[in-house]
C-alpha cells in the first residue's frame, strides 16, 4: 500500500490522475474500519486532510458550497441556519468523535444507501462538484448514488465540494435506529419546503439499493398544500405522502430491520416530519 | 514509511509504519504509549479517543500517515509532572473506574467537554458528550458524577 500526502489540490489530482485505483481518504471514519477490519485493502490512500482549501465553506449565490474537508461538527456549528435539514442529519452521525472527523464528502464517497447525509442532500437538490486534471462536473444529486456504495465518479475524479441551495423554507430530517448515538439508520427521511417555488423536496435514506426521492410524494404534497392561505394540513393529505414516500421505497430485510417495518416507519417520518415543516411554514409552532 | 509526530508535546519518529497503520497502533505498538486502548477498531467505543490538534479524535480512524506533522494529546499527556488532572482525579475519588478500560478514553473525551463548556454541562451536555465512549461496568451514573465533581473544582474552585 501507498501513502500519498498532497499538499495542493492540483497534486491531488495528479496523484488520482497517476493513480485511479487510490482511495481517497478525510475523516478515516469509514476507509480505516474497512483497513483495520481487513474488509477490503486499497492500492493507496490519497489523503485530502492537508489540503486546507478543502475545509472551508463560502456562500456562492444562492448556494452554500461547502468543502470536502469540512467536519460535521463544524457544519452543525456554522451551517444550521443555513442548511437546517443536512445540520440535522449531521446532528446524527455517530459521536462527537466521529463528527469531529467525518464529512459529507466522505459521506458521498462511502455512498452507503444508509448515509446521513444523503437524505437531506436530496430533499435540497444538492450539486456534488467533481474535479479530475481533465476539468469539473457538476453532478446533480439525483443522478450520484448509481448502486450500493457505488457512484457517478470516474476514476480519476475526487469530490471538490458539494452544493447545496441555502433553505428557502422549512427541512426536517428524522432517523430511525436503536438508540441515539452511534447508530446506523435503520431507514431515515428528509423534507424540504421549497415555498418560493411552490415545491417540496425528499429524500429516504436506508430503505433501497441507494438513497432516492419519493417523486410522487412530492408532487402530490405540493399540489395538496395551501401555499397561499397557509391553513392547516389536512390530516388525509398527510397520510396520504407518507403513504406514496413509503411506495417510493423499496426496503429488504437486514440485520438491522425487517422490510415492512421500514415501509411503516418511513410513512411515520415523512407524515410528522411534513407536519414539523408546515407548522413552522403557517406559523403554528411545533406540533 | 517514518512518521514524525509531535506526542504530548515531544517529538518523536516512528519508524517502519505501515501505510494502512492507524494512529492508535503507532502510539500503543511504536512509541510504548498504552494509555490510548484498542477495543473495536471501528470507531465504536471511544477507548482510543486523542486529541489531534486539540480536537478529541478516534486514534483508531487516523490513518498513522495523516497525524505527519501534527500534535497529538493523550492520556498520559494530562498528567503533568506526575500530577494526575482534575478529571483523572476525580474519576478516581467518585469511583467512576471500574475496570478501568474504558476510562483512557472517557478522561480524553470529559476533559475536552470540560474545557470547552463555561460552568458545569448539564446532564444533557454530558450525555451528549460521552455518547461514543462505551463503559461496560460502571452504568454511567458514577462518570456522570465524575464529570460534575470535576467541572464543579475547575469552574468554582
Not at chain 1, 61 to 84: K, N
Request: with cysteine; net charge negative; charged share 20%.
Amino acid at each position: 500500500m501507498d501513502f500519498l500526502r498532497p499538499l495542493t489540490w492540483e497534486q491531488a489530482l495528479a496523484y488520482k490522475a497517476e493513480r485511479p485505483e487510490a482511495t481517497p481518504i478525510q475523516g478515516g471514519t469509514d476507509v480505516m474500519v474497512e483497513i483495520n477490519l481487513d474488509k477490503g485493502r486499497p492500492a493507496a490512500l490519497i489523503d485530502l486532510n492537508p489540503v486546507a482549501e478543502l475545509t472551508r465553506w463560502s456562500t456562492a449565490g444562492p448556494e452554500i458550497r461547502v468543502g470536502s474537508g469540512v467536519t460535521y461538527t463544524r457544519l452543525i456549528a456554522e451551517l444550521g441556519p443555513l442548511l437546517p435539514g443536512l445540520a440535522q442529519a449531521s446532528r446524527t452521525v455517530g459521536s462527537p468523535q466521529i463528527r469531529n472527523r467525518g464529512t459529507v464528502a466522505g459521506n458521498l464517497g462511502a455512498a452507503s444507501p444508509a448515509g446521513d447525509a444523503h437524505p437531506p442532500l436530496l430533499a435540497s437538490g444538492a450539486i456534488v462538484e467533481a474535479e479530475s486534471v481533465r476539468g469539473t462536473r457538476m453532478i446533480p444529486i439525483t443522478e450520484f448514488y448509481t448502486g450500493v456504495k457505488r457512484h457517478a465518479l470516474e476514476p480519476d475524479e475526487l469530490i471538490r465540494a458539494v452544493r447545496i441551495p441555502a433553505a428557502t423554507g422549512p427541512q426536517y430530517f428524522s432517523k430511525i435506529g436503536t438508540r441515539n448515538a452511534m447508530v446506523i439508520a435503520v431507514c431515515s427521511f428528509a423534507v424540504a419546503l421549497h415555498p418560493g417555488e411552490r415545491r417540496v423536496g425528499t429524500g429516504i435514506g436506508s430503505a433501497a439499493p441507494t438513497p432516492r426521492r419519493a417523486a410522487e410524494a412530492e408532487e402530490f404534497v405540493a399540489a395538496e398544500l395551501d401555499w397561499e392561505g397557509r391553513s392547516p394540513l389536512d390530516p388525509d393529505v398527510a397520510r396520504r405522502f407518507g403513504e406514496l414516500v413509503a411506495g417510493a421505497a423499496a426496503p429488504i430485510d437486514d440485520v438491522r430491520g425487517r422490510a415492512d417495518y421500514r415501509l411503516h416507519s418511513l410513512a411515520v417520518m415523512a407524515r410528522r416530519t411534513l407536519g414539523w415543516a408546515w407548522n413552522d411554514y403557517t406559523g403554528r409552532g411545533p406540533a | 514509511m517514518r512518521v514524525n509526530i509531535s506526542v504530548n508535546g515531544e517529538s518523536m519518529a516512528a519508524d517502519d509504519v505501515w501505510e494502512g497503520e492507524s494512529l492508535l497502533y503507532v502510539l500503543r505498538e511504536r512509541l510504548g504509549l498504552p494509555g490510548a486502548k484498542n477495543a473495536c477498531e471501528q470507531g465504536e467505543c471511544g477507548s482510543c479517543t486523542v486529541y489531534l490538534d486539540g480536537t478529541p479524535v478516534c486514534a483508531c480512524l487516523v490513518a498513522a500517515g495523516q497525524a505527519e506533522g501534527r500534535d497529538v494529546i493523550t492520556v498520559e499527556g494530562l498528567a503533568a509532572g506526575g500530577e494526575l488532572d482534575e478529571v483523572q482525579r476525580s474519576f478516581v475519588e467518585t469511583g467512576a473506574v471500574q475496570c478501568g478500560f474504558c476510562t483512557p478514553g472517557l478522561i480524553v473525551q470529559a476533559h475536552s467537554l470540560i474545557e470547552s463548556t463555561p460552568g458545569v454541562p448539564e446532564d444533557a451536555e454530558i450525555r451528549e458528550a460521552l455518547a461514543g465512549n462505551l463503559c461496560r461496568c460502571t452504568g454511567y451514573e458514577k462518570i456522570l458524577d465524575a464529570v460534575r465533581l470535576a467541572a464543579t473544582r475547575k469552574h468554582q474552585p
